[in-house]
């Protein structure tokens, strides 16, 4: 198993900023994931992070609104730009395990955009 | 994917036996069934997964009828603890992994 930790694990906004989130595990991994939770809602991939390349977003996702750096094997950022309230989501962080199917997820990231 | 339908809300008391039926009916051959549980304020967590048969670990038992077409999480003897979302995934081994509405489980003592 991995235990993953993320920062920071909630946070109040103003529109129009920016919040980076980090992600961090305790072994290295190929494969990191962010993930959104909207209020209420199921999780939605945004995005696969492998270090030493470029994120790949998923429809709807995109690199300006959502970079993404993968430095190492046990780290990773997400951040969100120019907020909007409809932002406001749980942010997760996830790592591949070598099992079918299986991910380690983080604890998240609420966020609140005013 | 597979598209899945689960229900979305189930009650239990404390002790007894919940059974989640998840509906998929057009599984591809090389799909697995796999769960995942979420406790409010968490992220989610693998539980089972399956892809014939009868699969039981220490958490949950999974059913999967021979045509594949829905498959059945069950908990054994709940407790307060367990209320939570249950997610049913169909998938290849792909790392995208796509949750659906989710099963919201309560328990009552």
């Known amino acids: 198993s991995a235990v993953i930790s993320q920062k920071p694990s909630r946070d109040i906004c103003q529109r129009g900023t920016s919040l980076t989130i980090q992600c961090q595990v305790d072994?290295?991994?190929?494969?990191m994931f962010w993930y959104r939770q909207q209020p209420g809602q199921s999780l939605t991939l945004i995005a696969t992070?492998?270090?030493?390349?470029?994120?790949?977003?998923e429809s709807g996702f995109v690199i300006d609104k959502f970079p993404i750096s993968r430095p190492n094997l046990t780290f990773s950022t997400l951040t969100v730009s120019n907020m909007s309230p409809e932002d406001s989501s749980i942010y997760l962080c996830?790592?591949?395990?070598?099992?079918?199917?299986?991910?380690?997820f983080g604890p998240g990231t609420r966020l609140t955009v005013l | 994917l597979a598209k899945t339908t689960q229900p979305i809300s189930m009650d239990s008391y404390e002790g007894q036996e919940v059974n989640i039926t998840c509906s998929h009916n057009?599984?591809?051959?090389?799909?697995?069934i796999t769960w995942y549980q979420q406790f409010p304020s968490q992220g989610p967590r693998f539980i089972i997964q399956g892809y014939k048969t009868k699969v039981t670990n220490e958490v949950a038992s999974l059913f999967i009828p021979a045509d594949r077409k829905s498959s059945t999480l069950s908990l054994p003897r709940v407790s307060l603890s367990d209320t939570a979302v249950y997610y049913c995934?169909?998938?290849?081994?792909?790392?995208?992994?796509?949750f659906g509405a989710g099963t919201t489980v309560t328990v009552r003592a």
């Open positions: 992070a492998n270090q030493g390349s470029e994120a790949t977003y």
């Open positions: 072994s290295q991994v190929t494969m």
């Open positions: 995934l169909v998938a290849l081994n792909d790392y995208k992994l796509s």
């Open positions: 057009n599984i591809a051959t090389n799909d697995y």
């Open positions: 996830s790592v591949e395990t070598g099992g079918i199917n299986e991910q380690f």
